[in-house]
């Protein structure tokens, strides 16, 4: 999809999705709203679906101010998206504990890189050309966002990490955390409620036992499709820790492997 000459792809993303962050460190879940920041979703809705993250390292980690990553492990992807800065948006949530957003450098400079907030920084919507704009916040796995390699502070190099990709992060920061496997989770549709025949043998009126059938939903269904993906998402964690989606897992790092990221 091509990009107008401001940056914004004609691509857009669902009201409501997840993204799911399976790192060298454990695994972590995003819910997104896109109410919250309309372009930073599609941003993030394409990227996700394009595998920009997959095998970036998370290269800026500040206890108790933020968690910042978004660099491509291939440099050609860095060149290609970051001059595709997105205008900036109005701010409609607050830059609190656990909120997320795209990182910005001073005005219409978000590109690809995320910002999740490790520590109370609602100081940052009073900052006009600086002010983060979160369009979302992490749902799950936040003890694994502040368990993250954070050795290494604020000392990366974002210029040469951007132009060396994971070449450069191996050489320089080895033990930075690294992202293996970045994806969407959208809704999935309410399905339409099923209705059986219950029998009730044993109901009683006034005290005479009678048999009525009567209508009844299938448990299961018709429920919030949003409680259905969170129930998508938390299975794919049990199997990934468990190690039980190992197909999925070894061709994954077979990949990275291949382009030089594992």
Request: aromatic residues 6%.
């Amino acid at each position: 999809v091509a990009p107008s000459p401001s940056g914004v792809l004609d691509t857009r993303a669902p009201d409501e999705f997840h993204a799911l962050f399976a790192t060298t460190k454990g695994s972590f879940v995003l819910a997104i709203r896109r109410a919250l920041a309309p372009l930073a979703a599609d941003r993030l809705w394409v990227l996700l679906n394009r595998g920009f993250y997959n095998g970036c390292r998370l290269h800026r980690v500040l206890p108790g101010f933020a968690v910042q990553f978004g660099l491509a492990a291939d440099a050609g992807l860095n060149r290609e998206w970051t001059p595709r800065v997105l205008p900036d948006e109005t701010r409609r949530a607050s830059n609190t504990v656990g909120a997320v957003g795209f990182a910005t450098s001073g005005p219409s400079s978000r590109s690809t890189q995320l910002f999740i907030h490790t520590g109370h920084n609602e100081w940052l919507d009073h900052m006009p050309h600086q002010s983060l704009v979160p369009m979302g916040s992490v749902e799950a796995g936040m003890g694994v966002v502040l368990a993250l390699n954070a050795a290494y502070g604020d000392s990366v190099n974002q210029a040469a990490l951007a132009a060396g990709g994971e070449a450069y992060a191996a050489r320089a920061a080895p033990f930075l955390d690294k992202i293996l496997l970045a994806m969407p989770v959208a809704p999935r549709e309410p399905a339409r409620p099923r209705v059986q025949m219950v029998d009730k043998s044993t109901q009683v009126s006034d005290g005479v036992a009678s048999t009525q059938r009567t209508p009844s939903t299938v448990a299961g269904e018709g429920a919030d499709p949003r409680e259905a993906a969170r129930h998508e998402i938390e299975i794919y964690l049990a199997k990934v820790a468990a190690w039980e989606d190992a197909e999925l897992y070894e061709a994954r790092i077979a990949e990275l492997e291949s382009t030089g990221c594992g």
